[in-house]
């Protein structure tokens, strides 16, 4: 996570000086900051594993809550829940949307623009339609 501008358009992060929020970006000092995801990731699947970066508002619908409610639960002191909103996401199934970044600074860069866990239901029709698509093909 990272502080970062409370500006509408502007997700830079900010720095901490004189008991305020500076973004060097805007050149804006505030009171407050928002709280953002920046998260890194390792995933798996069959043909093997790779590392991604999970950014706010796709880390958001994974783990259920925002970056500024995790900063509350830090703060606050409730260390074990905030482990458990990690570990309950951790050694599940998701369908992802991934993205390469092409950087001079990171080679090989992943972005997870979409994550959406899959629910027995889903595996279910995913196969009955298989199965119907079998049929078409067999004739």
């Not at 950014?55 to 074990?80: E, R, V």
């Not at 951790?90 to 949307?97: F, G, V």
């Not at 992943?110 to 866990?117: D, L, N, R």
Request: proline share 1%; glycine share 2%; aromatic share 12%.
């Amino acid at each position: 996570m990272y502080p970062s501008c409370i500006s509408e358009n502007c997700k830079k992060k900010v720095n901490r000086q004189d008991n305020q929020w500076f973004c060097s970006s805007c050149s804006k000092k505030m009171q407050n900051c928002h709280w953002r995801f920046n998260l890194k990731a390792r995933i798996h699947d069959y043909s093997g594993s790779c590392f991604v970066t999970i950014f706010d508002q796709t880390a958001q619908s994974l783990l259920g809550i925002s970056a500024n409610q995790i900063q509350n639960i830090i703060h606050s002191g409730k260390i074990k829940e905030y482990h458990k909103i990690f570990q309950n996401v951790k050694y599940q199934e998701y369908l992802l949307k991934i993205t390469k970044k092409n950087s001079k600074k990171f080679m090989n860069s992943f972005v997870a623009e979409s994550i959406t866990p899959i629910r027995n239901e889903i595996i279910e029709y995913s196969k009955y339609l298989i199965k119907i698509i079998h049929s078409y093909s067999s004739n």
